[in-house]
């Protein structure tokens, strides 16, 4: 199946300080990414829609400023998670659609876990 | 609101034995509808896709699909303790629109 990579993994970082997490499709062009939160035990929360040469779509609730994407090429998006507190330590996963507007298989990343002390 | 709804669980089965998992969805309008199994600590990975009413078989797993009633379905024969994660149903309900459900999880006892 198509592959889309994540990375960091895993990361630890001090209050205050920003993280950048990085979404690549392997083997497609995807216009556009998905970004998911995972608090443990919980189900997937979608954050935003991260599109390709244009602004990322944020659901409700999703500070943009805090959680900025950028979707550079066909095959990399970027979510920063600035400023970054406790609470904001979670799993966060990226996903993109392999071609079909409304038929595409969604393939996720491997996930991000932060961690911020 | 557009819902995808599924049983939290979780649901246990012994080993060897067929495991159901059920997902209802709202909206009629859905096209494509997948399955996905989600290992704790793990991101989800995509495990069947169905598109037309009916099943479609793969490996020990079978998909189905009733859009008259708004269901789909997962069966897993000869359940494994391997299996035992959570299980996603996704509907795409739209251009790039994917709802999920929050999971069933499944507990195969040996």
């Known amino acids: 199946g198509a592959v889309v990579s994540q990375h960091p993994s895993r990361v630890i970082c001090k209050s205050g300080t920003s993280v950048k997490i990085e979404c690549r499709s392997l083997d497609f062009q995807a216009t556009t990414m998905f970004w998911y939160r995972q608090f443990p035990k919980q189900s997937l929360m979608l954050m935003a829609t991260?599109?390709?040469?244009?602004?990322?779509?944020?659901e409700q609730g999703v500070e943009k400023d805090k959680f900025l994407i950028n979707h550079a090429s066909l095959t990399l998006s970027t979510l920063t998670v600035t400023s970054a507190h406790p609470e904001d330590s979670s799993f966060y996963i990226c996903s993109a659609p392999l071609a079909g507007l409304n038929t595409g298989e969604l393939f996720f990343g491997e996930g991000s876990r932060l961690t911020v002390l | 609101q557009k819902e995808v709804e599924q049983n939290s669980g979780p649901l246990s089965v012994p080993e060897g034995a067929i495991a159901s998992l059920n997902c209802t969805y709202s909206d009629r309008g859905s096209q494509s509808f997948f399955w996905y199994r989600q290992y704790s600590g793990k991101s989800p990975e995509l495990i069947m896709s169905i598109y037309s009413n009916g099943d479609k078989e793969d490996g020990r797993f079978t998909a189905q699909l009733n859009k008259a009633s708004q269901y789909v379905s997962l069966l897993i024969r000869d359940s494994q303790p391997s299996d035992s994660a959570t299980y996603l149903c996704?509907?795409?309900?739209?251009?790039?629109?994917?709802?999920f459900g929050t999971g069933t999880r499944l507990k195969v006892l040996a």
């Open positions: 996704a509907v795409n309900s739209g251009t790039y629109k994917y709802i």
């Open positions: 991260s599109n390709e040469g244009s602004k990322a779509t944020y």
